[in-house]
């Protein structure tokens, strides 16, 4: 195992550099020059030209390529163009914030979609199972737009209950730690702050946690209804085991690779920015911040937040691949 992990880690790189030499070249395939649309259809010629030898986009691309790879292999992100902040300073409090956001939907997605799933196979056919499936076919289908402008009207206008859009109380800001909030409010020991980060949390963790819910119910109940059919399912139940115990620790065991492959896939889609659940609660995850990036040609930005993005959705997936021989000792690596 331990020479499968290097060999794992060890094609984190080429699959890096592909992603970089990727993005610098399409964000540079994008019509309109940069110094213009930074500076603004009024800027002078010479103030363009002074800002294209700043940027260095006067040289060629390779050349381009080169400096920035540098600049990665020392830890210099770049600087954004729009701020002139560090990317890795700036963008540190962004990722935590998507860090969380996607931890809390993947929880709710997790425990009611598995859930939902091992009813539907252990009561098949029932009144149950269809009504799961039905719900977790809507739950595709609904667009994350609508369902989060709704939840903001019924949760937020009519009942005043959730906030509709931030990640804390304005009049009354957390103290950045680890740019984690809810960890932060418990290292800091306030407990009015912890409920009011929760209060923000809630809606747009249920809005994001909608599609990745529906995905691993249906999945669940596929990969449940396959491992039921086992004959060492249909011994253990000869034997007089409760049906509890024999789904939760028998068939579900042996039913949880599809489900964590899921799982992980979805894990990394929601860590890669969710841009619209994001924009509806005004959510300061990664997503908008590369978005806003977008529309201002903030190419420093844009090549960092996709670098990192493309990272952690590598590394959720070796995780996962490590993860299926601690489950299913049958895999040797």
């Known amino acids: 195992m331990l020479s499968y992990s290097i060999k794992r880690i060890g094609m984190l790189v080429p699959v890096l550099a592909g992603m970089t030499l990727v993005v610098f070249s399409i964000i540079r395939a994008i019509p309109g020059d940069p110094a213009q649309v930074i500076l603004g259809q009024r800027a002078t010629k010479e103030a363009i030209l002074a800002l294209t030898k700043q940027l260095g986009l006067e040289q060629p691309w390779y050349v381009q390529y080169f400096h920035y790879v540098r600049d990665l292999l020392t830890g210099n992100l770049g600087t954004s163009i729009r701020t002139s902040e560090a990317i890795s300073k700036e963008i540190v409090p962004y990722l935590g914030a998507t860090i969380e956001l996607t931890a809390a939907a993947m929880i709710i997605a ?45 949760f937020s206008i009519k009942l005043g ?43 747009p963790a249920a809005a994001l946690a909608t599609i990745p819910m529906a995905i691993i119910a249906r999945i669940t109940r596929s990969s449940m209804l396959e491992v039921m059919g086992a004959e060492y399912i249909r011994t253990a139940r000869a034997k007089g085991l409760r049906m509890f115990f024999v789904v939760y620790k028998h068939a579900l065991k042996n039913a949880l690779i599809p489900i964590l492959t899921i799982i992980g896939l979805q894990t990394g889609l929601l860590l890669g920015g969710a841009i619209l659940t994001e924009t509806i ?53």
């Not at 009049?171 to 418990?186: H, K, Q």
């Not at 978005?291 to 959720?316: C, H, K, M, T």
């Open 110 to 154: 997790v425990i009611i979609g598995v859930n939902a799933g091992i009813i539907s196979a252990w009561f098949q056919r029932s009144w149950f199972d269809y009504l799961a499936m039905f719900i977790a076919l809507i739950g595709v289908s609904l667009p994350i737009f609508w369902l989060g402008l709704m939840e903001q009207w019924f």
């Open 161 to 203: 209950w959730l906030p509709t859009t931030g990640r804390e109380e304005v009049r009354n800001p957390v103290e950045a730690l680890t740019n984690l909030y809810l960890l932060d409010t418990i290292l800091r020991g306030n407990f009015s702050q912890f409920i009011e980060v929760i209060k923000h949390l809630i809606l």
């Open 281 to 333: 609660f005004g959510w300061p995850g990664i997503g908008r911040y590369v978005y806003e990036a977008i529309g201002y040609r903030d190419y420093p930005v844009i090549q960092s937040g996709i670098l990192v993005i493309a990272l952690i959705f590598v590394l959720i997936n070796l995780v996962i691949d490590l993860l299926y021989a601690a489950i299913d000792p049958r895999i040797k690596y």
